[in-house]
């Protein structure tokens, strides 16, 4: 039962993130780039670097979820990724900046709805992980 | 939204395909310029107002002035901003009379005033010599084909599915990429670096 239970959440959590990561990486880069920009957190120079880049490594993310290859340390990887996201979205919503998701492309408010979202698959991620270790301390 | 931008209303019904402003006025650059930008924005808008001022002004001096970009400006009044309307007609009674970036310039910059008070006439009015202050306000008052441009232009917004203002349709090579939001100069000008390199 626990482990269909671990195998589900990684599945959904492997498939998000693959899916997060198509949506910045079927439209131009710039794109995800004004996303970033507007969470006001990063210098300009950055801005390109991390949004060519950030998309690949959550599909590289989502991958390794789904196909459950050292999933603690895919699955820590994902928490903290994750994690930092749901920091940031936080911060943005406690200073009042109406702003875009940048999630799953644009055209998405930053809210509650989307911050609940979020945290759940942050306590989705840590889940994983921390079954991933306790699994690893059992086995060995 | 990103900060202040504004979300568009999703399309109520389709429309059939609408081809460049009416309005040569809304175009600069030159026609073979290998990029086209097309920049939708609603003057009430912030960011759109961010743009204009921050971004466009070095697009336009290293890109259109040097015949790399061709850049169209395309209305999208928002319905949830009480002036956008009339400050649109305003904008575009400018162009008719050869004033549009001026008027365009003055309607932007002073959109937090005339935003709250709704005198976007007072504003325009600091930027143009009273003779032609007169023909803006008469073609604003009078000219019933003064919005036909923005007609066309919105529903070109609807057929390229724009979700918020300002948003950026980039034509190159007959590709069309959207970009939604207020790009940042660094970033819109290393795009276009790499789409001229190819």
């Known amino acids: ?140 | 939204m990103l900060p202040a931008q504004t979300a568009a209303p999703k399309p109520a019904l389709p429309v059939a395909k609408a081809t460049a402003p009416a309005k040569n006025f809304k175009e600069t650059g030159s026609p073979s310029a290998p990029i086209t930008i097309e920049l939708y924005s609603d003057y009430e808008c912030p960011s759109c107002r961010g743009l204009w001022m921050d971004t466009m002004p070095q697009v336009i001096r290293e890109y259109v002035v040097t015949g790399k970009v061709r850049l169209v400006h395309r209305d999208f009044p928002l319905p949830q901003h009480q002036y956008t309307r009339l400050a649109t007609r305003y904008a575009n009674a400018g162009g008719q009379i050869g004033r549009y970036e001026t008027v365009v310039d003055q309607i932007f910059k002073t959109q937090p005033i005339w935003a709250a008070n709704g005198n976007i006439d007072a504003e325009v009015a600091k930027v143009l010599p009273p003779g032609e202050m007169q023909k803006v306000r008469d073609l604003v008052k009078n000219d019933l084909h003064l919005d036909d441009s923005v007609t066309v232009d919105l529903a070109q917004g609807q057929t390229d599915r724009l979700t918020q203002t300002p948003t950026m349709e980039i034509v190159h090579k007959g590709n069309r990429q959207q970009v939604a939001g207020a790009l940042p100069f660094n970033v819109l000008k290393s795009y276009l670096d790499q789409m001229l390199a190819k």
């Open chain 1, 1 to 140: 039962m626990k482990r269909a239970a671990i195998l589900a959440a990684r599945l959904i959590l492997g498939a998000i993130l693959a899916y997060a990561a198509w949506t910045k990486l079927r439209a131009p880069w710039p794109q995800f780039a004004v996303s970033i920009n507007s969470y006001q957190v990063v210098p300009l120079t950055w801005l390109e670097p991390l949004a060519r880049t950030l998309p690949w490594v959550e599909m590289i993310l989502g991958v390794g979820l789904i196909t459950g290859i050292a999933l603690r340390w895919f699955g820590l990887a994902s928490t903290l990724l994750l994690g930092f996201f749901f920091s940031l979205m936080i911060r943005s919503w406690a200073i009042g900046l109406n702003i875009d998701c940048g999630c799953f492309g644009p055209g998405e408010a930053l809210g509650p709805m989307t911050m609940l979202r979020d945290g759940t698959l942050v306590a989705l991620a840590l889940g994983i992980t921390m079954a991933g270790f306790r699994r690893r301390v059992t086995e060995g």
